[in-house]
């Protein structure tokens, strides 16, 4: 499975080598695959592991490692090669490589101008409790439901939540971004006390950064079912709306207890993500600001 260095470790405190995330996804190969396949990727890659140095890399070059697919793609600075695994041999070969965090784009290579998915990324305060965040994200929920948008959420093995709204891959980057961006201002002016829509650190006591900044152009985010580089290796997983309760916490799935987690489930937390066919229309646009009507 592995040709070297089976045996590293790379989550010191809770003695992961290298042979367990590499384990890991090939167990859940048929429900991580679905997630990466034909994405560029942006790796988090610790060699040593995680308590030594790590570093992002986007462009490993022209000639991708052995088990992965090198895809250009014009960027402002010109054309730049990305990594993308379509298949668990693939993810093999970023866990060989030391990576410890899998970062996708928003659309793949077939459309690679044409997002499928936009994120909303919640990002609490360090003051807010966790019981907020549990009700802001089904806020959110609810006002893309009013628009007819169904989102999924995810927990992100840090401290946040991701919802992600799947889209059929027809509006280019610059719509899907101001969209995305509008709805999030949106939420600010109608819940003034639970969202904040710009980094600022000095606004944000008490409240929720909703970013919507990782829907441009070659920006990215964690994969889902994807390791964190975190205490722990805890685990970027799908949850039902029904699962988003106090218990649950951003890191509650980790990279010990996820395959009994799934193992236990009666059904997939995202059985539908696949199937929804939904797109941003004019009547939306209208809806959060974006053009007169």
Not at 162 to 178: E, G, Q, S
Not at 190 to 196: C, G, L, T
Not at 232 to 253: F, M, N, Q, R
Not at 261 to 288: C, N
């Amino acid at each position: 499975m592995l040709r070297s260095n089976p045996d590293r470790t790379l989550y010191p405190e809770i003695g992961v080598t290298k042979r367990m995330p590499a384990e890991y996804y090939t167990d859940i190969a048929d429900r991580i695959m679905p997630h990466l396949a034909g994405r560029p990727l942006t790796l988090l890659r610790c060699p040593g592991g995680r308590r030594k140095e790590c570093f992002f890399q986007k462009h490993p070059g022209s000639t991708a490692p052995e088990g992965l697919r090198s895809v250009a793609v014009m960027e402002k600075s010109g054309r730049h090669y990305y990594s993308v695994a379509d298949n668990i041999d693939g993810v093999i070969a970023l866990v060989q490589l030391g990576t410890l965090e899998i970062h996708v784009w928003g659309s793949r290579d077939l459309n690679i101008e044409q997002p499928d998915m936009m994120i909303f990324d919640l990002d609490p305060a360090p003051d807010v409790g966790w019981e907020h965040m549990v009700r802001a994200a089904r806020l959110v929920r609810e006002q893309l439901l009013n628009l007819g948008l169904a989102g999924f959420v995810k927990t992100t093995g840090g401290k946040g939540l991701h919802i992600v709204v799947p889209l059929t891959p027809k509006a280019d980057w610059n719509t899907v971004r101001a969209f995305s961006r509008a709805f999030s201002e949106s939420l600010v002016r109608k819940f003034p006390d639970e969202y904040i829509a710009t980094m600022s650190k000095a606004k944000r006591s008490g409240k929720i950064f909703i970013d919507y900044l990782r829907n441009g152009h070659g920006a990215t985010s964690i994969a889902t079912y994807s390791t964190r580089n975190l205490p722990g290796a805890p685990i970027s997983a799908p949850v039902a709306w029904h699962e988003l309760t106090a218990e649950l916490k951003a890191d509650s799935y980790n990279i010990l207890n996820i395959r009994s987690r799934l193992a236990g489930l009666e059904k997939d937390p995202w059985a539908d993500y696949f199937t929804v066919r939904q797109e941003i229309t004019e009547e939306m646009r209208k809806k959060v600001g974006l053009l007169d009507g």
